[in-house]
Every structure is written in structure tokens, then in C-alpha cells.
């Protein structure tokens, strides 16, 4: 098993800055903003041969008792009580404060393995700068600098030695990568998307709040059922550009998007009570142009009536014609109805998209169409399609090849179209077709 290390402290000490030094991605949003950081934010790193589970939190208040910020303070407890170290992290430009002593309190309580880290420490001299930090009983001050990388490798080398029985052989796993399934879900704020994820998790995993924007980070969750590992990936709700102020949301926007572009498979969730906005159809679009598999799900569909059920079904067909191959399922997130099919949707959807079409079959279901209906002579030429191969997965890509094929209308194209997505069973995942003529060697 790999050993996992907890990344704890006060908000805007650094924390996002060292996860992401730690597992070499920019995978978590940095900004001198206090607070950004809300849910668990998990990633991979190694030192050497020795590989290590990173987990970032928000700001820890353990006292709060209201709002958003018992929530965030829930979400790092868990992340203390499954973790094997926690690096505790204070900032040593700013020095000591009382937020530090109460969550110092805590730890020794915990009696956990703890590092006690001074960031932003570059250009400091040891000694009386850290001597106050002394007071928060947690042993050596270990300055660093997550920026500039300077002191993370000692400090790492001393987090993974204080892991009782931790060796260099218990960090090979050997999972494949490629046999996990990505699943971004994706939608407009407040939704439902932490919602749907704690529910399938079983557990309180993401600050799920009444409040648009909750999250802002695109967060990343190993999962597995019926013998499937799944990655969730919960990510932040796309507003209209008009509503994005904070330059932080922005950020969030990119991220959002990395995340649709990385995913096997995109669930948008659709809120039944708003109905199908013109925000919906831009993600929906957006999923569409990366090429990922998508599933439609309408969330909250216990909380509307018949008429404005009808209404929402209506939108889809209007506003979300393009996306007639996605599956489209009717729940209730928060009582958790209707989730199962849902599950099987994704699973079909994925290996619509990775599915593999033999050039043969290919060829023989090409020349079936033309000969049950030939393309439209266009001035002299009429187009003539000879052979037909695989050019790609996820999203599936067919090349055609033969004369004058840039004259193939749309409608044609989406004939061949319906007759591939028939053949091989393609449900929720785009098709490409893309036409190549051949070169006439007489045209000089």
C-alpha cells in the first residue's frame, strides 16, 4: 500500500503550492487568495522508487460549527484520519498565530506522526525567525520553500521514514493506469455534482453546500465497483462568462475544462428545477468538441411537477438535439433515485468510445450503404468510396477513402453515420467520420 501524507494548516500558508510540488502537476489551483483550497484534493507522487498518496485541504478551523467552514474543517479531519503522516504547514513570513496553536492542539491530541513545516522560508536565515514555532510543542521546525522547492526533498525523506514498517517495496502496486475509467461530472453550480458523488461514495468526501461556486477546484477521486476502478473527477460549475468575476472562478473555469478534455466519459448533470439553460448547451457543446462519451443525467427530478417535467423534456430535444446519442436518466441525487442505470450507461458509453472497429467490417458495412444508397453526383464527379479503417478511439474515428469525397454532403455523412452506430452498438460517444481522396496521378 502506498503511505499517504496529509497536508494540514491554516488557509493561505502554502498548502496547494507544496501538493503540487509534491506530486509534480499544477493539478491544484494556486493563488494568494486564502480559502481557495475547500474539498480533499488527492495525487500521486514518488521519491525515487518510493511512491506516496498526497492529500490537500482547505484552511482547517477546528472549532467551526457553521457554514462553509465546518464543512471544510470535516472534509481535513478525514483526510487526517486516513493518513499515515500529516506535514503540518505554518507560514514563516507571517508567523505564529492562534488558528496555529488550536490546530497544533489538535494533532497532539491525535498522537499521529507530524512534521511541523515553516513555508514560504526562501531567503530566511534558521534560527530566530522559527524559534516562536517552538511553542506549538510538535518538535524540530523544518523551513522549506514549496515556490522554489527548496528543503521539500529532506523534508519528504523524513515524512516517509516516519512511517512505522514503510519500505521502498511497499509503494509498487502495479496497477495499470489505463484500466481506470475517468468520469468528469460536469455542470452548471449547484446542481448537485458533490451531491451525487458523496452519495456514491458513502461518505461526506466533498463540501456538498447550498451555495452556487462551492467548488472550485476540479477534485479527483479513486473509486471502484463491481470490480471497475473508476476516477471521479467533481468539477466546478461553468457560469457564463458574464458571471465570472473573480479571477479565482476563472481559474477554476480552465480547470473545469482540462478536466472534461482528460475524462473517458463526461456525466452532465442537468437540474430539473432551472430547466435546460443556454450555459447547459455550451458545456454540452464542449464535451462534444473534445470527443468524450457523454451521459445525461436531470438531477432533482423529484422536485418538479409533470408540467415542468414535460417542459425540460422538450428543452432537451430542442436545445440538446446534437447529443441524441447520449443516454439520458431522470434522478434524485439526495434520495438517491434512479442511480443505478446510470452506472451502466457510463460503462456502456466507455466502451462505445474504446471500441474497436476491424477494417474488414468497416469496409463491407461502407460498401452496404453505398449500394443501398449511393451519394448525390455533384456537377460531374460523384463521389466513390472505396475502403474504410479505424483512425482513433475515444472518440471513435472512421477514415473513408475513395475519389471526389469532398463533395459528400452532411446528410450523406450522417447516413453512414447511422449505419456504423448501428453495426457496432455505439451509445453515448461521438462518431467521426473523415473522408480522404485519393490523388489523381494524371492531374498534371
Known sequence: MKPVIA??????????????????????????FAGLTRDRHYGNGHLGRREYIVIDTGGFEPDATEGIYREMAKQTRQAVAESDVVLFVVDARAGLSAQDHEIA????????????????????????????????????VLPVSSAHGQGVR??????????????????????AANDVIKLAVAGRPNVGKSTLINVWLGEERLVAFDLPGTTR????????????????????GLRRKGKVFEAIEKFSVV???????????????LDATQGVTDQDAHIAGYALESGRAVVLAINKWD??????????????????????FASLHLISARKRQGLGPVWKSIIQAHASAMRKMP??????????????????????FRPKMRYAHQGGMNPPVIVVHGNSL???????????????????????????????????????
Open 154 to 175: 529532506s523534508m519528504l525523506e523524513m515524512a516517509l521514514d516516519a512511517i512505522p514498517g514503510f519500505s521502498e517495496e511497499d509503494a509498487e502496486e502495479g496497477e
Open 303 to 324: 422536485a418538479v411537477d409533470a408540467y415542468q417535467r414535460e417542459q425540460v423534456e422538450r428543452q432537451i430535444e430542442t436545445r440538446l438535439a446534437f447529443l441524441k
Open 105 to 140: 492542539q489538535y494533532l497532539r491530541r491525535l498522537g499521529k506522526p507530524t512534521i511541523l513545516v515553516a513555508n514560504k522560508a526562501e531567503g530566511m536565515k534558521e534560527g530566530a525567525q522559527l524559534v516562536e514555532f517552538f511553542e506549538l510543542g510538535l518538535g524540530e
Open 217 to 236: 477546484d476540479a477534485i479527483s477521486v479513486p473509486f471502484e465497483r463491481d470490480g471497475k476502478k473508476f476516477e471521479l473527477i467533481d468539477t466546478a
Open 359 to 380: 477494417t474488414p467490417q468497416l469496409t463491407r458495412l461502407l460498401q452496404e450503404a453505398v449500394a443501398f444508397q449511393s451519394p448525390q453526383k455533384v456537377g460531374m
Open 255 to 269: 480547470k473545469t475544462l482540462q478536466a472534461i478534455e482528460s475524462a473517458h466519459v463526461v456525466l452532465l448533470l
Open 7 to 32: 497536508l494540514v494548516g491554516r488557509p493561505n500558508v502554502g498548502k496547494s503550492t507544496l501538493f503540487n510540488r509534491l506530486t509534480g502537476t499544477r493539478d491544484a489551483i494556486v493563488a494568494d
Open 406 to 444: 469532398e463533395h459528400v454532403p452532411d446528410a450523406y455523412k450522417r447516413f453512414l453515420e447511422g449505419r456504423f452506430r448501428k453495426a457496432f452498438n455505439l451509445v453515448g460517444t461521438p462518431l467521426r467520420i473523415e473522408f480522404k481522396t485519393s490523388a489523381n496521378p494524371f492531374k498534371d
